[in-house]
């Protein structure tokens, strides 16, 4: 009788061993899919845009188009991942009342370079050129050079005198200032 028991005992302590034994071991590792880095896809190109506007400037009135491409003559920019940009060509022409062009030009990135830093000739883009205001003898456009696909750009302030000149400068006003300022100006 006491073999049996001691036999029923060997034979529980071995199913409780069996049963500790049979269960997952767990692990302290994660195992996670393995993150893939974009690949660079063809050169992508920003769409066509137009603007066509009637203005009075100077006691007359001037119409304005304003037409962005993108334009494979010009370098191509990358940005990290290699993935290329085609650069834009922004063409401006102001025409007097009966149709005759008062002022013309095809605006690429080098008419902005001394108003960019390295990282921005290297890899920005000409993004856009659009009417701001005619003020006294001057029409005024607010112009951009991007980092392609972000928020990241350089503001640019083009103006055009009466006399057919361009002058360029950095704007370095943001425009929640600028409203602020005229408010002061006004006296509100």
């Not at 990358?78 to 290329?84: F, L």
């Not at 055009?160 to 005229?182: V, W």
Request: proline share 4%.
């Amino acid at each position: 009788m006491k073999t049996n028991r001691c036999y029923f005992f060997l034979m529980v302590c071995l199913a409780l061993a069996m049963m500790a034994c049979g269960g997952k071991k767990k692990s302290d590792n994660i195992i996670t899919e393995r993150a893939e880095i974009p690949k660079p896809q063809e050169p992508v190109r920003l769409q066509p845009y137009s603007d066509s506007r009637d203005v009075n400037w100077i006691g007359r009135s001037y119409h304005l188009d304003i037409n962005r491409q993108p334009s494979d003559s010009l370098p191509m920019v990358k940005d990290e991942i290699g993935q290329q940009f085609v650069d834009n060509c922004i063409t401006l022409v102001v025409s007097r009342q009966d149709g005759s062009k008062f002022y013309s030009h095809k605006f690429t990135k080098k008419d902005f370079d001394k108003y960019l830093d390295d990282d921005y000739r290297k890899t920005g883009i000409l993004e856009g050129l659009v009417f701001d205001k005619a003020e006294g003898d001057w029409l005024e456009f607010a112009a951009s050079v991007s980092h392609p696909q972000t928020d990241e750009y350089i503001p640019l302030i083009v103006r055009l005198s009466r006399m057919g000149e361009i002058s360029i400068k950095r704007d370095s006003q943001m425009d929640t200032n600028a409203i602020e300022e005229e408010k002061e100006e006004e006296g509100v």
